[in-house]
């Protein structure tokens, strides 16, 4: 009996979820977002032209890139969380959130521009995805 609860115990820990991304509190304010995105587990610091950028990632399930504005960008300071989570498709689809703490009129133009480029990637992702299918299909054309 104990060997077969032995047995089964590896089997257990790959049954369990994965876990969830990371999401944005804003009420706690621009710098302790800074912070806290910085003690992620497995938080991997990088930039992007001036921003200021953490990803965290749950391979090929979940990937979230947290992007911090920096002095003298539009709608600093704030915050924009992508989170790219890969669906039973294939397709990883993007959604954002954002935090502004500066001037609510770029924040704004910051958000729509965020949304824009979440469907342009999440398109992207489709378009790869349905390319794939027509070249494993038997039907497909080459």
Aim: aromatic share 8%; with cysteine; proline share 8%.
């Amino acid at each position: 009996m104990t060997l077969a609860m032995a047995a089964l115990a590896p089997c257990q820990a790959f049954a369990q979820p994965s876990p969830p991304p990371p999401d944005l509190d804003c009420s706690i304010g621009f710098e302790a977002l800074r912070n806290w995105a910085a003690w992620l587990p497995g938080a991997e610091r990088g930039s992007a032209g001036n921003h200021d950028v953490v990803t965290v990632t749950q391979p090929d399930v979940w990937r979230v890139e947290i992007t911090f504005t920096g002095p003298g960008q539009n709608a600093h300071p704030a915050v924009v969380l992508r989170k790219f989570v890969k669906q039973v498709t294939g397709v990883w689809t993007a959604q954002s959130k954002s935090c502004g703490f500066g001037d609510q009129l770029q924040f704004s133009e910051l958000v729509a521009e965020t949304k824009a480029e979440d469907s342009r990637l999440t398109n992207m992702s489709r378009a790869e995805v349905e390319e794939q299918k027509k070249k494993l299909s038997p039907l497909g054309t080459p």
